[in-house]
């Protein structure tokens, strides 16, 4: 009777072994809802053909999904670029994560409810752009490349306002929390809003800004890992996945231009 017993919990034990390798594979990616949930959702079944349980957590901040992957409580995150990597590793020391795969660029842009043309800005105007040192800095650049204001260094993608050396219309420059800049749109003059909030908003980035970034943005969103794990089987299906040619298809025919893959 012993015997019997052992030769079927050794049986069972087989048996239930791919499982426990199959449940290994899964990955939580950090990402905020438009565009980069959805296109982690597009994927999700390709994935899971593959052998990988893809979890999407959805976070409407930019901090969360970068400090949480730094604390190992998550995989990785799909929402940041790379200058936005950079002045977070600044800011904390102890940061694991890497970049793993370039997805998509979102084009910057800007836009107002008030005016349909830069010229029609009036002096003393007030611009929100976001608070968060990468975009702050780029949402300046951009208001240089319209002739708006004038920077020390053209090509400091961290400039913030003590680096505006011309401001000829007087702007008043309104730092916000990057994820508001769509509610605050009607109580400002110009607002400079990341195209993830802006459609979620509704705001298609080709159809209704005032001016937006052109195709050489250097701000092409990634997929990050954790240094410990960027290597693992799952990581690599997942970044294969997100820079197939089915993803170019699906980011070209859903966001028509105001998403633009980057690879």
Request: net charge positive; charged share 25%; proline share 7%.
């Amino acid at each position: 009777m012993r015997l019997k017993f052992a030769l079927l919990l050794a049986s069972t034990l087989s048996l239930v072994q791919p499982l426990a390798t199959h449940a290994a594979d899964k990955i939580v990616i950090a990402a905020t809802p438009v565009p980069h949930a959805e296109i982690l959702e597009f994927v999700k079944p390709q994935l899971a053909k593959q052998g990988v349980d893809l979890q999407v957590k959805v976070f409407t901040d930019y901090v969360q999904p970068a400090a949480q992957v730094n604390e190992k409580r998550l995989d990785g995150n799909f929402f940041l670029h790379q200058p936005y990597l950079d002045e977070f590793k600044k800011a904390h020391k102890n940061d694991i994560e890497v970049p793993v795969a370039k997805v998509h660029v979102e084009p910057f842009a800007a836009y107002s409810t008030k005016y349909k043309k830069i010229a029609d800005l009036p002096i003393g105007a007030t611009v929100a752009i976001p608070n968060d040192p990468s975009n702050s800095g780029r949402a300046l650049l951009l208001l240089e490349r319209q002739g708006l204001l004038k920077l020390k260094d053209s090509r400091n993608t961290s400039a913030t306002k003590k680096d505006i050396v011309s401001n000829p219309k007087e702007l008043k420059i309104r730092e916000l929390e990057a994820a508001t800049l769509p509610r605050v749109l009607n109580q400002v003059d110009l607002a400079l809003i990341n195209t993830n909030y802006a459609l979620e908003a509704k705001l298609n980035p080709v159809k209704d800004s005032l001016f937006i970034e052109d195709g050489h943005s250097p701000y092409a969103n990634l997929l990050v890992a954790r240094e410990d794990n960027k290597d693992s089987p799952a990581i690599k299906k997942l970044s294969a996945a997100l820079t197939s040619p089915e993803v170019k298809k699906f980011i070209e025919e859903k966001y028509k231009g105001a998403i633009v893959p980057a690879f």
